[in-house]
Nanobody, 123 residues
Framework: VQLQASGGGWVQAGGSLRLSCTAS????????MAWFRQTSGKEREFVAV???????RYADSVKGRFIFSRDNGKNTWYLQMNSLKPEDTANYYC??????????????????WGQGTQVTVSS
């Protein structure tokens, strides 16, 4: 099983980026597809999650700016990041698990992880 995250890069504050995560080798469609982020010296932070038949959930810090979407047929999910701020700078990771859980914001409950893609927002 492999999760491949892509789409990170450098952008000025106020700009946009779109991250993608493609899962390969899975024999099921994950019920929880998530994005987390991490900066040096800090714990990994929940960003967004989507699930089959469920509305996306977002961290308060990104609500109204980031949009989660997915393509189940391709086991791919996306994070459209708009109005980016310098504090959004982080390494962004995608994650997945087979079954939806109410504690979707806790990284310990995810079974599969991508390698991370760096997002840098300059002021």
């Amino acid at each position: 099983v492999q999760l491949q995250a892509s789409g990170g890069g450098w952008v000025q504050a106020g700009g946009s980026l779109r991250l993608s995560c493609t899962a390969s080798g899975l024999t099921f469609t994950p019920s929880a597809m998530a994005w987390f982020r991490q900066t040096s010296g800090k714990e990994r932070e929940f960003v967004a999650v989507g699930g089959s038949g469920r509305a996306p959930r977002y961290a308060d810090s990104v609500k109204g700016r980031f949009i989660f979407s997915r393509d189940n047929g391709k086991n791919t999910w996306y994070l459209q990041m708009n109005s980016l701020k310098p504090e959004d700078t982080a390494n962004y990771y995608c994650a997945a698990r087979r079954v939806w859980i109410t504690t979707y914001h806790r990284d310990i409950y995810y079974d599969y992880w991508g390698q991370g893609t760096q997002v840098t927002v300059s002021s």
